[in-house]
């Protein structure tokens, strides 16, 4: 069996969704297809949560009167029959008398993750009715039958495979079965989401609770590229891509793919292929336990990041110190990114600012401290980089004009990480293209 994901764009037109479905029927064996919401609807989705907590009802139905006349236009053109016309009108009215219900109650948090659910449970709908116009034989499976987080909003890989088993064995005989991308419930079995871009996650999720034979994540761009196309002209995919140096160009800002996504195919490797849904033909990145040697692979960029300076005369041969500080981001369930360590001095980085206040007072009892936002950190991604000769001086060089305020190398084998302040990374970002793959 394999899984097939198609992101926002892939699904956002209705002749591309045309598209994917041929692309699904062309495809042997048995699938789970999991979309994501229509592009755009998410962020419209939000916008009207947004409105909504800041008790802005008004501008939160000019939103929703927006959205809706979207949803009707994309189905005149989805469906070609009057009676599939009918099914997606009341489809369409349906999701709307919905969301206008939430605008309408006690807008809060649980009914603000309800909207955002939304977006996928309508696109998955439109995308089925298409199917049965077609007559190909599929069937919805609601992700909200299997998909689960835990309290700390872990997803709970077991019990979804445990969920997956019998459900999958009831449709034993369907060959396209389609579910919902990023959302869950949690564990107030609340509907709750994977956050955003989450869809790519549940792929790697439904495909390792099943030991897929492939995941594929079908999306607009022709695979995982060396630098981010969005900041840099010229940029080349990569065919080949280890599980950990996906991971960590994912981790760090590659937004081709969610964060997470890689962890639960790696965990059973399942091999992760890239494919765009515009160049079907396109080879795109196949991502393995075993990815081709050589020296720079990518760069990824990830911003929103705060640098922290603990400055103290008692670190100096203390042990234990670095446990204390540690233990203070542990407790307000804050993850470190980077650290870099002097003999008076240790430098971190977070890149969830919602504690901060308190981690510093905390902090503050070690020394001084020093906080400085919008931090970019910079992943330089390659197989075994760091155990080549040369590899920090050709980064430096290309970074000459560039100050550069942490460095993190030899943590593992395959990544060099550097921060810098934001308004430095496009200048950074296209320096490193020129200078490590010889691209402007
Ligand atoms: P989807 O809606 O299919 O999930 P996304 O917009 O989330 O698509 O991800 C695809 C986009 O990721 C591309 O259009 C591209 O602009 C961006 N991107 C950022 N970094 C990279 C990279 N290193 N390689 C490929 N795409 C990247
Ligand atoms: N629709 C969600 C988002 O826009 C999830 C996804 O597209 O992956 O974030
Ligand atoms: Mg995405």
Redesign the pocket.
Known sequence: MIVLK?????VGKPERMKKIADLVLNTPGKKIVVL?AL?GTTNSLVAIGDHLIAGQHAKAEEEIARLEKHYQAFIKELYTGDSFQAIGQELVSRFFIFIRLLAAGQFDGKSYRELLAQGELISTELFYQHLQERKISARLLPALYFMSIDENDEPELEKIAERLKPLLSSLNNIDIIITQGYICRNNRNEIDNLKR?G??YTASLVGAAIRAEEIQ?????D????????IVKK?I?ISELTFDEASE?AYF?????HPSTIVPAQKYNVPVRLKNTMDEKAPGTIITSKGKEGSFK?I?AKDGITAIKIRSSRMLMAYGFLRRVFEIFENHKTSIDMITTSEVAVSLTIDNNTQLASIETELKKFGTIEVDNDQTIICIVGQKITEQKGVLKQVFDSLSEIPVRMVSCGGSTNNVSLLIDKKHKEKALNALNEGLFGLR
Do not use: Q, V, Y
């Not at 800002?253 to 793919?257: N, Q, R």
């Open positions: 198609f992101g926002g764009t892939s994501s592009s871009g869809s790519d994540i079908w999306t607009d761009i695979g995982m590229h060396n630098n981010d196309p969005r940029t995919p160009l800002g590659a937004k081709i793919l990518a990824a």
